[in-house]
């Protein structure tokens, strides 16, 4: 299942990219290939400065070793030795009024235990009701799909848990799905496959609807202020960035997802009755999104 997943992560990076490039019109991913010292490698593709896309990554990788003793014993199995191979991207629109999003998914073994995880998620800065809607219903019909394999009810609820500042007592965006630790059958792979491959039509028609809109330097202040949340999350409690940073692997392709401009200002509050607090106050409270 390893050998397979990965030919198929590959060709979901091929596709993907494709299809972020046709949406964005002009600009073009880079790709660095690289290896690891410890155990394999991977395909960083970056693209930035697009007409669309201010920075982005889509990247595979398939690596394998050995954990550290301390590290072997927060991850499912047995042992020390590991293999783990995915496909994870961040797109960073430059239009405060086109989200962020992100998806991952991956295939992972330690000893005796072998199992997928993933998901997707969109970061918005001043949301639309229809492109939120969108989004969830996409990943609720694929979810239908694969039941029972795959619950959309607990996926959605484990996003909304998971993509959580907990020091701010907030959500990072307004959810999607999110898995791990789900048992390496083939009823998962067929789940898994279907998932991956509807990320574009998840995203890729919200930044069509809305990649032409006029925006204003207030709503990219906000975009930049509100960025510094996504920075926070990936680095203190994002499981990807703790797994990629503990195994020795790439930095620049594991901190490909911070977003190229941020703003932090002290104690920033925006003022009440605002778009700019309705995305806190409402859009960012967990909703049943796909019924709407």
Same mark, same amino acid.
């Given at each position: 299942?390893?050998?397979?997943?990965?030919?198929?992560?590959k060709g979901l990076q091929d596709?993907?990219?494709?299809?972020?490039?046709?949406?964005?019109?002009?600009?073009?991913?880079?790709?660095?290939?690289?290896?690891?010292?410890?155990g394999g490698g991977g395909r960083?593709?970056?693209?930035?400065?697009?007409?669309?896309?201010?920075?982005?990554?889509?990247?595979?990788?398939?690596?394998?070793?050995?954990?550290?003793?301390?590290?072997?014993?927060? !991850?499912?199995? @047995?042992?020390?030795?590991? %293999?783990? #191979?995915?496909?994870?991207? +961040?797109?960073?629109?430059?239009?405060?009024? $086109?989200?962020?999003?992100?998806?991952?998914?991956?295939?992972?073994?330690?000893?005796?235990?072998?199992?997928?995880?993933?998901g997707a998620d969109l970061t918005?800065?001043?949301?639309?009701?229809?492109?939120?809607?969108?989004?969830?219903?996409?990943?609720?019909?694929?979810?239908?799909?694969?039941?029972?394999?795959?619950?959309?009810?607990?996926?959605?609820?484990?996003?909304?848990?998971?993509?959580?500042?907990?020091?701010?007592?907030?959500?990072?965006?307004?959810?999607? !799905?999110?898995? @791990?630790?789900?048992?390496? %059958?083939? #009823?998962?792979?067929?789940? +898994?496959?279907?998932?991956?491959?509807?990320? $574009?039509?998840?995203?890729?028609?919200?930044?069509?609807?809305?990649?032409?809109?006029?925006?204003?330097?207030?709503?990219?202040?906000?975009?930049?202020?509100?960025?510094?949340?996504?920075?926070?999350?990936?680095?203190?409690?994002?499981?990807?960035?703790?797994?990629?940073?503990?195994?020795?692997?790439?930095?620049?392709?594991?901190?490909?997802?911070?977003?190229?401009?941020?703003?932090?200002?002290?104690?920033?509050?925006?003022?009440?009755?605002?778009?700019?607090?309705?995305?806190?106050?409402?859009?960012?409270?967990?909703?049943?999104?796909?019924?709407?």
């Amino acid at each position: 299942m390893h050998d397979r997943a990965v030919d198929f992560f590959k060709g979901l990076q091929d596709r993907i990219c494709h299809s972020l490039e046709v949406a964005d019109a002009s600009g073009k991913f880079r790709q660095d290939v690289w290896e690891r010292p410890g155990g394999g490698g991977g395909r960083s593709r970056v693209i930035a400065e697009g007409g669309v896309i201010e920075k982005g990554g889509v990247n595979f990788s398939e690596v394998h070793g050995e954990f550290s003793p301390e590290f072997a014993k927060q !991850i499912p199995g @047995d042992g020390l030795a590991f %293999t783990a #191979a995915g496909v994870s991207l +961040v797109i960073h629109p430059r239009s405060p009024l $086109v989200p962020t999003v992100h998806a991952n998914f991956r295939f992972l073994t330690h000893g005796s235990k072998a199992w997928f995880g993933g998901g997707a998620d969109l970061t918005p800065y001043y949301p639309f009701q229809e492109d939120v809607v969108h989004f969830h219903k996409v990943w609720k019909r694929v979810c239908d799909a694969h039941a029972p394999v795959a619950d959309h009810a607990k996926m959605k609820r484990d996003c909304d848990d998971y993509f959580h500042l907990k020091h701010r007592g907030e959500a990072r965006g307004v959810g999607g !799905i999110f898995f @791990d630790y789900a048992d390496a %059958t083939e #009823a998962t792979f067929d789940f +898994v496959r279907e998932a991956a491959d509807a990320f $574009v039509e998840s995203y890729v028609p919200i930044v069509e609807r809305r990649k032409a809109l006029p925006w204003t330097p207030e709503q990219r202040f906000f975009q930049e202020v509100r960025r510094g949340r996504y920075v926070e999350f990936n680095l203190v409690y994002d499981r990807g960035t703790i797994f990629g940073l503990k195994t020795d692997g790439r930095t620049e392709s594991i901190l490909m997802s911070l977003p190229p401009v941020v703003r932090y200002l002290y104690d920033y509050r925006p003022p009440a009755g605002t778009p700019e607090a309705e995305l806190t106050d409402y859009w960012l409270k967990p909703k049943d999104w796909a019924s709407m």
